[in-house]
Structure formats: structure tokens, C-alpha cells
């Protein structure tokens, strides 16, 4: 009886680590789009925009890159968003910012490659 307890109670840490783990990588998630989405609108209102930003967040941080590119079109923005140890990245391809941003990729990536660091 008492090592099924202390089973049960390994698996339930075991879990509870694995549900907060999982929701860190989320919200990291989230912080990387809410970075794409402000850098993509500082790019529409400035295609000079020079990136190399970080922002803090409710419940972590995200940083923009330098944009790859010039001018407007096929630009392409970098974005990393951080909650605790977990950070995931984005890379956004742009076909054109005006008269209206058009996306041609917005992806996921274990290293950004696009952008300059």
C-alpha cells in the first residue's frame, strides 16, 4: 500500500512537471507572436524599421530581430518569445508591406537563419 502511494505520488509530480513545462512552452509561443505581430506593424509603418528590440511581457519576453531585406518587399522578420527555459523562434516571410502586409511563410524554427543576430 505505501509504494503505491508513493507511486502514485512520483507520477502525479511527474505529470504536474510535464503540464508546467508544457504550458511555459506555450505562453513562449505566444510572447514569439505577439513580437511578430508588433514588428510586422512597425515594418508596415516604416520599412527602415531597424528591429533589435526586446519587449517585456506579462508573463515573459519577446524579442525582434533584425529584418532581413530592404524596402517593400520580400522582407523577413525574426522573433523569439521567452517564458522561463523555454524560447521558441518564428520566421515570417513577407511578399510585400504595402498597400497591405502579404505573408508567404510565418513558421516555427529551432534556429533562426534569416535574420541577423
Same mark, same amino acid.
Given at each position: ?6 507511486? *502514485? ?12 513545462? *508544457? ?20 515594418? *508596415? ?8 528590440? +526586446?519587449?517585456?511581457?506579462?508573463? %515573459? ?19 523569439? %518569445? ?17 498597400? +497591405? ?17
Amino acid at each position: 500500500m505505501v509504494s503505491a502511494i508513493g507511486s *502514485f505520488t512520483l507520477i502525479s509530480i511527474g505529470s504536474l512537471q510535464n503540464g508546467l513545462t *508544457f504550458q511555459s512552452s506555450a505562453q513562449a509561443i505566444e510572447n514569439a507572436n505577439t513580437c511578430a505581430e508588433i514588428g510586422l506593424m512597425s515594418l *508596415f509603418l516604416n520599412n527602415g524599421y531597424s528591429g533589435n528590440e +526586446s519587449l517585456s511581457l506579462t508573463n %515573459g519576453t519577446c524579442a525582434i530581430l533584425q529584418p532581413g531585406g530592404y524596402g517593400n518587399t520580400n522582407r523577413t522578420l525574426c522573433v523569439e %518569445g521567452i517564458r522561463g527555459n523555454n524560447t521558441r523562434r518564428m520566421e515570417i516571410v513577407v511578399s510585400t508591406l504595402l498597400p +497591405s502586409i502579404t505573408v508567404y511563410s510565418w513558421q516555427e524554427v529551432s534556429t533562426i537563419t534569416a535574420c541577423s543576430y
